[in-house]
């Protein structure tokens, strides 16, 4: 990873380092990319693509995760 950048993460500015890609991301915040859906300035991203899109500084990312219960 290399620099900071800022990003807007689930409705909030947040610097992370520079260098992630969207499964990257959500492994450096400990989300599992399976359980999470993504959407990247404003459009939802196909899970199979998280390996492929690279986080660019001011990205706009809302990130929702499932939560199993019953």
Not at 10 to 20: F, L, P, S, T, Y
Not at 31 to 49: A, Q, S, T, Y
Not at 51 to 64: A, K, P, S, T
Request: glycine letters at 12%; zero cysteines; charged letters at 30%.
């Amino acid at each position: 990873m290399s620099e900071q950048i800022q990003v807007r993460l689930n409705g909030k500015d947040r610097d992370i380092a520079g260098g992630h890609s969207v499964r990257t991301l959500l492994e450096s915040l400990e989300l599992h990319p399976g359980m999470v859906v993504v959407e990247l300035n404003k459009e939802i991203l196909e899970r199979d693509r998280y390996n492929d899109v690279d986080v660019q500084g001011g990205d706009m990312i809302e990130l929702v995760h499932f939560v199993g219960g019953g």
